[in-house]
């Protein structure tokens, strides 16, 4: 069945959402927005999300007009004007090295000031695919104000874990998580969830902790999102792809087919090739005892039902 309402795609950072964001946004009629509000992607998100922090918690029932411009804008195909590649160009000195966690920033803050407030394209496409690696505590407020498809991609925590400490990533590095009162008000304090100590791959581990289980407990309101495993869809693209299409109204093209063929080959970092039949059970090789370790005790912290103690066993012969 045929739809036309916005797709949004939701995940950790690093779990396979911008590979099905590519997939999806290969079907008849679709374009995709990649990752709209994010600061590091878009400036204009560095003005909308300004008070809001790295990773914005709004519940239902929440107003913050900035933000909801930044998705009105995103949903419509986020055009870019004259405005954003001037904002782009500021930013474009250490870039890398900034993590947007409300520390003072001119750069920063000039670039946002030149993107702000952009107007929705009247003449989006049918069918927009966004994708979001920062609205996890958010979304519930998402579905508030948006009539959308949401997708909530998951990948098993350790692969999550791993790849964060492959590529160094700027998410795994940032503290704001764990120091935002309002966070910590609105779950870990409810949880009883301690802070995180010292150690990096703890601090990285209750990170993914908090992500994972409030991406559960908002996908528990919500019976009616779809949902897909990164393993899942690892086991046989095409078709996994193909089901996943129908479920979500989308038609199948020849482009997807291609896409899918020539990203099957091995990568690295930041790459999206990947050998998808090797991606399930890589945390296995890449994380030592000590690693696999700390994530398990840490996510044994939190409300979380979707990975169990069996999904963290190595099996026969993999200890590192």
């Known amino acids: 069945m045929s739809s036309t309402r916005p797709i949004v795609i939701v995940g950790l950072p690093r779990s396979g959402t911008t590979w099905t964001a590519e997939v999806l946004a290969r079907a008849e009629g679709a374009l995709k927005v990649g990752e709209p509000d994010n600061e590091d992607k878009h400036p204009t998100a560095i003005y909308a999300k300004r008070r809001l922090g790295r990773y914005p918690a709004l519940a239902a029932g929440d107003e913050d007009r900035d933000y909801?411009?930044?998705?009105?804008?995103?949903?419509?195909?986020?055009?870019?004007?004259?405005?954003?590649?001037?904002?782009?160009?500021?930013?474009?000195h250490g870039a890398e090295r900034r993590l947007h966690e409300g520390r003072r920033d001119p750069f920063a803050w000039v670039a946002g000031t030149i993107a702000r407030h952009h107007r929705p394209n009247p003449t989006a496409p049918a069918?927009?695919?966004?994708?979001?690696?920062?609205?996890?505590?958010?979304?519930?407020?998402?579905?508030e104000h948006f009539d959308v498809d949401v997708l909530v991609v998951s990948r098993h925590p350790a692969n999550v874990l791993a790849s964060w400490m492959e590529v160094n990533l700027k998410?795994?590095?940032?503290?704001?998580?764990?120091?935002?009162?309002?966070?910590?008000?609105?779950?870990?304090d409810r949880w009883g969830v301690p802070l995180p100590g010292p150690d990096p791959v703890e601090r990285m581990s209750w990170r993914i902790g908090l992500l994972v289980a409030a991406l559960e407990e908002s996908a528990t309101r919500h019976p009616?999102?779809?949902?897909?495993?990164?393993?899942?869809?690892?086991?046989?693209?095409?078709?996994?792809?193909?089901q996943l299409f129908d479920e979500l109204g989308l038609t199948w093209t020849a482009q997807a087919d291609d896409y899918l063929e020539a990203k099957n080959q091995p990568g690295t970092g930041f790459q999206l090739k990947r050998v998808a039949s090797e991606m399930s059970d890589a945390w296995r090789q890449r994380l030592d005892d000590r690693h696999l370790a700390v994530l398990r005790e840490t996510l044994a912290l939190f409300p979380i039902s979707t990975w169990t103690d069996r999904d963290f066993e190595r099996g026969a012969g993999a200890e590192l």
């Open 127 to 143: 069918r927009i695919v966004a994708k979001s690696i920062h609205l996890q505590l958010a979304l519930d407020w998402l579905v």
């Open 224 to 242: 009616e999102w779809h949902h897909r495993t990164h393993e899942r869809l690892c086991d046989d693209p095409p078709a996994e792809f193909r």
């Open 171 to 188: 998410d795994g590095r940032n503290a704001t998580l764990e120091t935002r009162p309002d966070i910590r008000r609105r779950y870990t």
């Open 68 to 92: 909801r411009r930044l998705w009105e804008w995103s949903l419509s195909g986020a055009p870019e004007d004259q405005r954003d590649r001037l904002a782009h160009f500021v930013l474009r």
